[in-house]
């Protein structure tokens, strides 16, 4: 079980081991250290499997490097079976783990306890084990490399935007604006002058004829995540859209988030849809002026000044229609905004990659260890390879 060291032995500066503390230092397979320590009273050692025992109980990790850890973890270090093997039971066994966690203010599990766990209940030999976990890392492995291509993109995206935004595509001279940089052709705008600006409404969620059976889109605030969105987890009725303030926006409508969590986080409708009374639904006056696309990803790119530099918790539609955009030639803008599409589209195509992984892998992972299926009916690695 881990021991939390003196706090006066902690530093950011990468000496001493390797210091983690929980979950919150776990990566897809292997932790991330974020902070060193030069006193350890606990070190896990290279291969121990790393088990999260406090809020949450359960998650595990792989150690791929000698480390201190914390009260918040164990470390365990197979004996008899495979490691690897032992590490999938584990994640396997992760729902029914997280059951034996007690306490009143966080849930946590104790050494006895976690000793008392059992594993490998149906006594896979140890040539078996490691078959299983040899294919389960292949699949895991697949999944890894799309999440390392969708941060790649990610961040590619991001780059790319604050160079586009404040340079432009045509390397013309920049000047500085109330909003910092811009090239010298961008035209400095408040949202209101070249939008329509509107908010939604919620229907009363007492009355049952405004939710039940409904069929028009109805989107919260926290479906705005710099997405574009395709679908609505909530609908409401024709009678709840009369009775309320509730509003149909039009494919093409850009929404952003004025409270929580999500403020100042967009959204792109690909369907018509009312939104909540938190989310303001964009449009331009002049498509000939403004294309809505450019105006997505404007947006995404001011999310700072929006979200943080005025220090709001809670927008309304005034501020949202003071605040300021650059915007340049529309051919510009279409251009930008194809580019930036194209990003996108990359980030969806590894995301939906990702998730069929995802779902090959925890179907696996159960049908391998309930002996549902055995190693030796996996004929088709070689398509497991492939779709990797």
Not at 100 to 112: A, D, E, L, R, V
Not at 128 to 134: D, L, N
Not at 188 to 198: F, I, P, Q, T, W
């Amino acid at each position: 079980m881990g021991q939390s060291p003196p706090s006066t032995t902690y530093n950011d500066n990468g000496i001493g081991l390797p210091f983690f503390q929980g979950k919150a230092d776990f990566g897809f397979m292997f932790p991330v250290p974020k902070k060193f320590c030069t006193e350890p009273k606990k070190i896990a050692q290279k291969g121990d499997i790393l088990i999260s025992v406090r809020a949450p109980v359960g998650p595990v990790n792989l150690c791929n490097i000698e480390c201190c850890i914390g009260r918040g973890l164990a470390a365990i270090r197979s004996k008899k079976i495979d490691n690897m093997f032992l590490y999938f039971n584990l994640l396997w066994l992760e729902p029914k783990i997280s059951k034996y966690g007690t306490g009143s203010t966080f849930k946590q599990i104790n050494k006895t306890q976690l000793s008392e766990i059992e594993v490998n209940r149906l006594n896979f030999n140890l040539p078996e084990q490691r078959k299983i976990a040899a294919v389960l890392s292949l699949v895991q492995r697949a999944i890894e490399q799309q999440e390392r291509l969708i941060q790649v993109t990610t961040e590619l995206k991001k780059a790319l935007m604050k160079k586009l935004f404040t340079e432009g595509l045509h390397g013309e001279p920049q000047k500085i604006t109330e909003i910092g940089p811009v090239p010298e052709s961008w035209e400095v705008v408040e949202l209101g002058e070249v939008c329509e600006v509107k908010s939604g409404g919620t229907p009363s969620k007492k009355e049952k004829i405004y939710w039940e059976n409904g069929t028009i889109p109805w989107i919260r605030s926290e479906k705005c995540q710099d997405c574009f969105i395709t679908d609505a987890d909530d609908f409401i009725t024709e009678e709840g859209l009369k009775r309320s303030s509730a509003k149909i926006f039009d494919k093409g409508t850009v929404l952003i988030a004025m409270v929580g969590a999500t403020i100042g986080k967009t959204g792109y409708l690909l369907l018509p849809s009312t939104t909540n009374q938190n989310v303001a639904g964009l449009n331009p006056i002049n498509s000939d002026k403004l294309n809505s696309l450019f105006l997505f990803y404007c947006l995404q790119s001011r999310y700072n000044a929006f979200a943080k530099e005025k220090g709001y918790k809670i927008a309304n539609l005034s501020f949202i229609k003071s605040f300021e955009i650059s915007i340049p030639p529309l051919a510009e803008q279409q251009a930008i905004a194809d580019i930036l599409s194209t990003i996108d589209q990359t980030i969806e195509h590894h995301t939906s990659k990702k998730q069929k992984l995802e779902s090959i892998f925890h179907t696996l992972l159960h049908q391998l260890m309930t002996a549902q299926i055995r190693v030796n009916d996996l004929d088709n690695l070689d398509n497991i390879k492939t779709e990797g």
